[in-house]
């Protein structure tokens, strides 16, 4: 059975980038000698799925961070190349998260981290998440990209876990019962 789960940072107001994308506030908390649990939670997964905003901006990473295959869920980028330095590592679609995932099954994946907030505002409305690993970062943007979107109905969510660390950052996992 294949499952999807999320891993991903927010400002205390709930945005995951300013609104023209920028995430600087979160990279200026970024510390090295911090594990906020990422190398755990991507161990078990097979491929990661984002969408195209979040393709763009790893693009302007220094290098390319990834050691799992990395589908990217886009309308304008699907049938375009691959970059070549990317090329066995990275492809693209247009498919829904309800075909990717069906799609990816047929495949043998089964644990898929799923990155972009868009994507998961898709993947929850179409009850695709397993859980979700949400670190919470100590600023106040005033405005930007939503993690959450607007969902059909409630979705009941289980508190697994929850811890800090010394920077001030809040990672709590949930499980969705809905």
Same mark, same amino acid.
């Given at each position: 059975m294949i499952s999807a789960h999320v891993f991903i940072a927010t400002s205390l107001d709930g945005y995951i980038a300013r609104p023209d994308g920028d995430i600087g506030w979160l990279l200026q908390r970024d510390d090295p000698t911090e594990d906020h649990g990422y190398a755990d939670f991507i161990a078990d997964k097979d491929m990661i799925v984002m969408g195209r905003g979040s393709y763009e901006k790893v693009l302007t990473f $220094?290098?390319?961070?990834?050691? =799992?295959? &990395? %589908?990217?869920? +886009? !309308? !304008? #980028?699907a049938g375009t190349p691959v970059p070549q330095a990317l090329k066995g590592k990275v492809r693209f679609t247009n498919n829904t998260p309800t075909g990717v995932m069906a799609e990816l099954a047929k495949e043998n994946v089964r644990r898929v981290y799923v990155d972009g907030g868009r994507l &998961? !505002? +898709?993947? #929850? =409305? $179409?009850?695709?998440? /397993? $859980?979700?690993? *949400? /670190? /919470? &970062?100590?600023v106040l943007i005033g405005s930007g990209r939503p993690l959450f979107?607007? %969902?059909?109905?409630? *979705? $009941? #969510?289980q508190l697994v876990s929850s811890r800090s660390f010394p920077s001030g950052l809040v990672q709590s996992t949930y =499980? #969705?019962?809905s």
């Open positions: $220094d290098a390319w961070p990834y050691d =799992r295959p &990395v %589908l990217v869920l +886009s !309308q !304008q #980028l &998961v !505002q +898709s993947f #929850l =409305r $179409d009850g695709l998440v /397993t $859980d979700m690993v *949400i /670190t /919470t &970062v100590p979107g607007a %969902l059909p109905r409630d *979705i $009941d #969510l =499980r #969705l019962l």
